[in-house]
């Protein structure tokens, strides 16, 4: 790929009530051997650990990060922060909690180099699957309602309709110009990306997933979303207000209302409600 142009890639790193395993994710960031441009922690935890605040502070004040502090924890919110700080032309948004199974930076940058869309989504596989080379995993459904229709760690690259929110890639251009990220999605922010996605297409842009730019989401038990509580089990409108917000604004009003109405059903019509009964009340 001589003679390609690169994109400047600035990696974000929105964080919350992260310790040890957020220095791991910028360890890994800065042993690669395609560096990003600048790693922006954007840092929504009052209060760390003593040790992560000296680690942080000593990352920062060598340049190897920015670290941003933000007081009022909002994903969306960080993510419009970090979009504003962002030097690259090209910004990564990484979870603080994942281990990088590729060179991320070098794979991201090839696949809008080459491709020449708007949002690159990578390769997310959870701690419990394994990367699936299967062709039918290719493909979405694009209903509104359907957020899993595509299974991001399949191994074929293809257009896309959603992307996860912890590996992704956007041209800071194209983000600023439809707006940024949605701040009324609020707590957990779930179904964000999907609002994002929707404006993003409409505006004529494209998606790709790509999954040579691969990570491991560690889902760490403590801090991020999991300072909510479990989404399967919680009776706190944290981790649900984004998908009513999400109903009200996307689609006809019938089809608001019927997904609105069906909600709660669907809500526990899960394996582990099959299986775990006594938490659907």
Known sequence: ???????????????????QVLLETIDQLLALETLPAEILVVDQT???????????QRLADSGAIQWLRLEIPSIPAAMNHALCRAAGDVVLFL????ELTSEIIAA??????????????????????????????????????DPDGFCFNSARSCRISRFMGGN??????IALQIGGFDENFVRVAYRFEAEFAARLLAAGHEILFSPDASIRHLKVESGGT????????????????????????????TRRLIRITIGPFRAVKTRFHLSHPWWIP
């Open 108 to 145: 991201h940058a090839a696949a809008h180099s080459e491709h020449n869309v708007a949002l690159v989504a990578g390769q997310v596989v959870q701690s419990w699957q394994t990367v699936q080379d299967v062709q039918e995993n290719a493909f979405i459904s694009g209903r509104e309602d």
């Open 226 to 253: 999991r300072t909510f509580g479990e989404h399967l089990k919680t009776i706190l409108p944290s981790h649900c207000v984004g998908r009513y917000y999400y109903l009200l604004i996307a689609g006809t009003v």
């Open 168 to 173: 992704f890639s956007i041209k800071k251009s």
């Open 46 to 56: 009052l209060q760390h650990d003593r040790e992560t605040s000296q680690r942080l």
């Open 1 to 19: 790929m001589t003679g390609e142009k690169f994109p400047e890639i600035s990696v974000a790193i929105p964080t919350y009530m992260r310790e």
């Open 95 to 98: 979870d603080d909690d994942v």
